[in-house]
Structures are given as structure tokens and as C-alpha cells.
């Protein structure tokens, strides 16, 4: 049951809003709970024509040859679409947002780089004779050798995964390995402190099992542009994803969407429309690709694995004087979103608590295996558990209450947080103690009294001497080298395009609209 | 080429269907057939079906007991004459997988599934089959060493004498998600008693190996023997003997043979 504590910040908070603690009735809840809610997959269109790819059965491995002859003389089979046939087969998701590197082909060509990634598209009239046309296909692979953990992937000597991060960790800013905090001197404070604790937490990937898996329809409509029923839960993220690796203006695009049978971050990665779209456009027929259940689980992308290590120095009075933290995202063979998930962890450290040392490098890291998206919170909640995890056994450390252990590190308003910004707005304290309330769980006097916006600031709101780090020159990559790595250097031009597909071409009426200079705060300012 | 599906009024027209076509498969309640052919399963092209009543019959009055293959796990939830095979059916699936999963699919269910199965095997149950040559009583056992060569067979029923006591006969699955869950390892036991003397002991195990298995070594631990501390610790002690498990998603073969024992010290000694 809901229960608004309005008496807590009564004096912050405007009580004559319209919405916020008031029922409301949610727009789509009708069409769901009477069955009459439109998904992508209920339009069934004439002529429809249904799309299945090759995945690789190898996690790392060069493409020697890929023999599709006997597929394409396969029954009902109307197009087969390789790698040399998507417009521009290189793309990086939040490259829309100019972040990162162009690095994941739609169709793997000279080596695929985790289990099931896609090789070869096959358009046929049934799904039956899609599978069947599948099973003709062959492909014929060099495995190499393969990394499947964060720390092995940063090892001198380790496989490169992907040679557009040769040393198989995200590049920051063009530059740096990882996304670096550092506030006072967390080293020394460790040295000083009554009590040093060093853990180590591993996450494992999560599935967002969505009841309707990943797909879409996309049928030739007038004008030359196309119309396309789809899944995903990020609409014109995806028109724009489709518009740049079809290399033709989002306004070709008219997405339908909006209803998402489950989402929960599964369904950004725009993983079928580019191909359903192609299929579409190559054939002039509707086309509709939809995963099957296992492609979804296997091969959709889940929450990344996380390997986080975190190192505090604790007084015996329970005060935390230093947190030393190295987490590694495994983002699998492509970026897909996790370099934005280490900048959302690095912005978060060291958790809602005043510490006035704190040294954090979190990497984002290339492995064979999967690719890794968003999630619920992604960034955060692996972080977030291992620190509460920490919190549980320092207070344990120090004899501590573990509700009071959490009060006494809180931070307040007026403090210094480790990005030198002061914290506003802080309701840690009060959480607590109305958690310790609900759970009927003693917490003592002086803790009940304690407020966010009491004794914070004053010394809390120093910034501490941070020691200068010698920034090492960023060391060419020492790492195992195939022949299908690119030089080494510091190329930041994404690798030309493959030739445009072969006939029939798709329409492309104009240049595309992409190449304007954005700024972010968190990305910098970066031409494409 | 387009899967063909075919539905017979006989169960010896399917049959002879079944063991003429390679690539011919039983749909019973569909939900491994279905899935199959939902993730592409190409080596199905055809599917046979027969509206036979004696494939959906169930016989539960007297002591022996005959279930039709085609009987679904929510039929026999509804059977207050099978209530000894209550628990094992309830653990299968959801309610829309018991209101369409069968007995006789549950054969040939490989892991994680085929939960109902190892209690059949406990019970020591005769598989009544239909091949291209008339028909004959399997012993279920042998039937599930030979289960890959089954194919072209059509299951018609199964049978088995009912427990003599209630508590003769335990059943347990192990799964991480409750009540849906695949199997991390499933038991079932009969314990007859005879003058507080254990008289034909059958242990029967799931995903210990690629297909249900019986745990000899354990029955040997306990036959002859009253169901006391020492007999049930030699039993676990001798649970994990003469089994293959598999690695899963699930579990690991070591981890399986780790919990088998300590799951047969609870099923042996009544703990939850």
C-alpha cells in the first residue's frame, strides 16, 4: 500500500500538483486488460515474406567462406542478404549521440565474434523454408582463440575481440581505458584507517525474458518509403539507427509502435528493423522478423555481467575514510550500451554516502561473449548491491547497528560529493530511519534524530588535496594480433563502408541527414 | 517443404503412420512438439494425430492402475482415484502446460523435463506400445533405454500398481523456480513395507542422466532394511552411484551429484 510521508520535507515539497500522488489511469490499460492492444507481430499483410538469419556457431572465429548457393536455389527462398548487401554495415548505437566507435556489423563479414551472431539473412515465403534454407547454408570457419572474463580480456597476450578497441576495453574521450574518479587520497587514508575490508562481487548476465520476443514488420508503402510495425521500446532511436545503417533520411521511415510486449531495456538495441527493412527493400515485399524464443535468450542481449572489487578503510567509531573501487563491465563482443553504463557507475560512486577519499576506475570491457544492453538501472544496480553488500559487512566489521552504520556515513545536504558537486536534496537519512520504523527495527535516539539537512557542509564540504597521477601515454596494444586486425593506430575514422548492396538498389533519395556537431556534457563535443 | 499434419480416428492407423515416416512425429498436447517446430526444427515434416478415446481413458478403480497416453497432467490433478500421482503432475509446468501436456509426451520429455516420468519409474510402470508389428507391453524401464529408437512408435498407455500404503511411495522435485521451474534433479521413491521390513525398494531419478534413471545402489541400501537413520544415511551415502548427470543452465553435473544424497535423506526421512 502506498503511503506518502508528507510530513518529512513538508516544507519542500508543493502539495497542489496535479498528478504526482494521484491515481491515475494509465492510457494503454483498457487495450491490455480487454485483449484488444495492437502488437507489431498482429499485422498479417499479403504477400508477407519472413526473414531468419545464419547465426555463427563459433564465439570467435574468421569467415573463411560462406557457401550460399545451395541455399539460395532452396525452395520459397526469394533473397539472401550477406554482409556486402546492408548499406552501411558498421554501426555503434549511440553513435546518434555521437558516443563511440562505429563497431558492429548487422551482418558479421571477415569473423564473427560471439556465438549467434547473425552471418547471413535469408528472406523466404515461410519461416519453414526460411529454416530449411538455413540448414543449406555453409560456412566455413577459423576459430580463434577466444576471452570470456573481464580481467582475461585485459591481460597482455589476450585475443582481441574487436579490432575497433584493440585493447579490448571502451575509449573514452578518444583517449582513456576507463572512466577514472578520484577525490583525496584514498590510498593513504586505507593505510590510516582501524580497519581495511577488500571484496570482490560478480554478477551474471540477466535475461529481460520479454513475453513478446524481439521483431518487426516493415512493408513497402507509396512515395518510395516504407512502413514498419515493430517491438521496439525506443521508436525513433530506431528509425535513426535503421536511416543511418540503410544510408537513406529517417523521413523514408513511418515506425508504428508503442505497444512493447515487454521491454525492460531488451528492446533498444534495434537488432531486427535494419534487416526486416533491407528484406523489405530488396524484395518489395512486407517482410516480418521475429525472433524465436531461444534467439531471444541465446542471442538477445542481457544485462551485463559486472566484476566489481571494492576496497574501504573504516574507523572503529564507523566512520568510512576511504573507498577504492575497480569494476569491470562486460559488454561482450559489441558496445551496444555499456559504455554508457561505466559512465553511469562512475558518476555514481561511492553510493549516497560522504567519504572523503575515494578512488574509482570502472572499465568497460570486450569478450566473446554476448553483447551486452540496458537494463532497469543498468550501471547502478550491480554497483549498488555490491556497496550494500559492503556497508552490511563493515558495519559487522565495526560492531555496528547496520541501519545506524548506513545513517552515520549518509550524506547530507551542503557535503562534498566525490564529482565536487555539493549534495542537495539528500533523504538518505530519512529513508533509513523510515525503513528501521516500517521493520520495527530499534535504532537509537541520537540516529532518530538525525536529519539530511543537519550538520552537513562545513568540513564536509571541502574538497580534499588530490594527488596528481602520472597519466601514462596510452601504450599501443600489446595484445595477440590476427590478420584481421586493423593498425594499430590511433585511427579515429570509422572504416569505410562496404560497396553499396547489388541490384535491385534501394531507393535513397537524398544524402543523409547525419554529421551535425552535438554537444553533451557527459560525451564532449565530437563530429562523426 | 511444408510440415503436413495428419489425424487418424485409430491409434494402429497413427501407429503404422509413425513407423512409416521417418521425419514423422506424435503430437500429443504439442508442448514439445509445437516448440519444436516453433524454433525451427526442420527434421519434422509431418505430424500425426489420432482421436482414438482409448489414448485419453484413464482406469483408476481397482489396484492396477492404466492411464492413456493422450491423458493430460490436469485430468489426472482432477482424479481423486490417482491422488498418489498428484504431486508429481502437479510439478509439471503451469496450468496451461498441465491442461495440454500428456502422460505419454512426458516420455520422452528430455531434461530438464520429464518429471512425471520418474515417478512412473518408481512405480515400476509397464508402457503399452503401438509399432508397425501390432502391439506390446514394455517394461518402462527398458523403454527409456531404449527411447531414442521409440520414434517410431506410438505410446498408447501406461499402467502401474497403486502404492499399498500412502507413504510408500515419496516423490520430490528440486527446481530454483517455484512452481514453474525446470529440474534441477527430480526423485521419486517406493518403499513397500512388509512387517517394517522393506520389500522391493525402487529409487527413481531425474536429470541424473540423459534419461531418467533408476539409483540401484541406493535401492540395494535399503532393501531388506527398516527405514531407519542408518539404512537412510547408507542410501544417500550411495544416491549419487552409477549416475551421468549433465551440466545446464540449471546445474552443474557436480552440483547435482552433490544434492542427490542429501535430497534422498530428506525424501527418505520426511523432511521438508
Known sequence: MLELRKDIFADERDDNLKEIGKPTQRQDMLGHVTGTSPYFNDHMLQGMLHLKVVRSTHSHARLRRIDTSEAERAQGVRRIIRGADVPVNLNTLLSLINFGKDDEPSLAVDKVRYKGEPIVAIVADSEREAFEAIAKVKIDYEPLATVFDVEDALKPGAPVVNEVYPRNTFTYHETYDRQQLRFGDADRALATADHVLEQRYQMSPIEHAPTETNGSIAAPDTNGRYIVYTSTQALFFSVDTCAKILDVPSNTFHFIGGTVGGGFGGKVDTLTEPLCILGAMLTGRPVRYVFGREEEMQYGPPRGAERIYIKDGVMRDGRIVARNIRAYFDSGAYTRLSSYAAVKCAAHLPGPYTIPNVHGDVYCVFTNRTPATAMRGFGVTAMDFAIECQMDKLAHLVGMDPMEFRILNAYRDGDMKAHRREAKNTALIECVQVAAEKAKWPIREEFRRMSSRKDGGGARAAIPATPPESHAPVAAPSQQRTTYDRAPVATREPPPPPPPPSSPTPPRPNAPSHGATRFSSVFGTRRR | ?272
Open chain 2, 1 to 272: 517443404m511444408p510440415v503436413t499434419v495428419r489425424t487418424f480416428t485409430s491409434s494402429g492407423d497413427a501407429a503404422a503412420a509413425l513407423s512409416s515416416d521417418r521425419s514423422a512425429r506424435y503430437l500429443g498436447g504439442g508442448t514439445l512438439v509445437m516448440r519444436a517446430l516453433n524454433e525451427g526444427d526442420i527434421s519434422i515434416s509431418t505430424i500425426v494425430r489420432a482421436s482414438d478415446h482409448a489414448l485419453s481413458r484413464i482406469e483408476a478403480t481397482g489396484s492396477r492402475v492404466t492411464i492413456g497416453a493422450g491423458v493430460t497432467f490436469a485430468r489426472i490433478l482432477a482424479e481423486r482415484d490417482l491422488a498418489f500421482l498428484h504431486a508429481p503432475a502437479r510439478s509439471i509446468g503451469g496450468p496451461a502446460v498441465r491442461n495440454m501436456g500428456t502422460v505419454g509426451g512426458n516420455l520422452f520429455a528430455p531434461n530438464p523435463y520429464g518429471d512425471f516420468t520418474v515417478a512412473l519409474l518408481a512405480l515400476d510402470a509397464m508402457v503399452s506400445v503401438q509399432g508397425g508389428l501390432g502391439s506390446r507391453d514394455i517394461p518402462i524401464e527398458e523403454f527409456l533405454q531404449g527411447r531414442e529408437r521409440q520414434t517410431g512408435t506410438l505410446v498408447l498407455s501406461i499402467s502401474c500398481q497403486k502404492p499399498g500404503q500412502t507413504d510408500a511411495f515419496r516423490y520430490r522435485k528440486i527446481a530454483r523456480i517455484k512452481p514453474k521451474g525446470g529440474s534441477v534433479i527430480t526423485l521419486a521413491a517406493h518403499l513397500p513395507v512388509n512387517g517394517n521390513r522393506i520389500v522391493g525398494a525402487r529409487i527413481a531419478l531425474g536429470s541424473m542422466a540423459p534419461t531418467q534413471i533408476r539409483a540401484r545402489a541406493a535401492e540395494r541400501a535399503l532393501e531388506g532394511r527398516s527405514l531407519d537413520a542408518a539404512t537412510i544415511s547408507a542410501a544417500a551415502a550411495a544416491a549419487a552411484e552409477g549416475t551421468a548427470p549433465g551440466d545446464n543452465a540449471l546445474g552443474s553435473a557436480w552440483y547435482r551429484r552433490e544434492i542427490v544424497g542429501v535430497h534422498l535423506r530428506r525424501l527418505l526421512s520426511g523432511q521438508e
